[in-house]
């Protein structure tokens, strides 16, 4: 992957986007992050962004007349800042294809689950309900299907007897916190390639029509 340029979308809190705020501060994520979207005006994420100097712009999905439209205009402003990799940070949007044809195995987001289990919306809420042992964090490239792309990092965080979805929530966030800065540096790094749902390290051993090298 050549270029060491961020773009991160957003839709609210923003604490992973804070947490690669602090990663790139202390020299854990070699990268700069030139730029915050976010769909809301009153994502606290902004303020983010804005304590640390980095520029933001507010595109408003619903100001766009279609799904395609408003993917087409982030991936302008994310071109436009030089991105070369793009992090999801609780953006509360399906990507779809104008986004994902512009930055291919470049978009990652970070869920609060060990994928496959509990995609979608409260997936902390599914896993008690679940009544799993454990759960955890995942970051992964971005594909058209939900939550489903290859997995690049993964942390366990066990579920308590007396967890509630927030305390459960509140110990998942910290792996969160901690996997999603260090996922971005090695898919930054590149030397990895992806065949089928799997991302490795290195380069591939064959090549498949469906494989492609950072
Ligand atoms: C996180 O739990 C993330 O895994 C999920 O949305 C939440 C966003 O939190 N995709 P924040 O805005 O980064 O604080």
Redesign the pocket.
């Known amino acids: 992957m050549n270029g060491r340029t961020i773009g991160v979308l957003?839709?609210?809190?923003?604490?992973?986007?804070q947490a690669l705020i602090e990663a790139v501060a202390d020299g854990r994520l070699d990268a700069r992050i030139a730029l915050v979207i976010s769909n809301r005006a009153d994502a606290t994420?902004l303020g983010h962004a804005r304590t640390a100097g980095i520029e933001t712009l507010v595109l408003d999905h619903r100001a766009f007349s279609s799904r395609d439209e408003y993917d087409r205009a982030l991936a302008r402003a994310l071109r436009a800042c030089g991105a070369t990799l793009v992090c999801?940070?609780?953006f509360m949007r399906l990507v779809g294809p104008p986004l994902l044809e512009a930055f291919p195995n470049a978009i990652l987001?970070?869920?609060?689950s060990l994928l496959p289990a509990f995609p979608g919306v409260d997936a902390q809420a599914q896993a008690l309900a679940h009544g799993v042992r454990v759960s955890g964090?995942t970051v992964h490239l971005v594909t058209g299907e939900l939550d489903a792309g290859p997995i690049v990092m993964q942390a366990p965080v066990p579920v308590l007897d007396d967890d509630t979805r927030d305390t459960l929530?509140a110990r998942?966030?910290i792996e969160?916190h901690r996997i999603y800065p260090a996922a971005a540096q090695a898919v930054l790094d590149g030397g990895w390639h992806v065949e089928g749902r799997r991302w490795s390290r290195g380069a591939r051993a064959t090549r498949s029509p469906e494989s492609a090298d950072a």
């Open positions: 957003i839709s609210g809190r923003g604490s992973n986007l994420g999801l940070a609780g987001n970070v869920h609060p964090a929530a998942i966030l969160e």
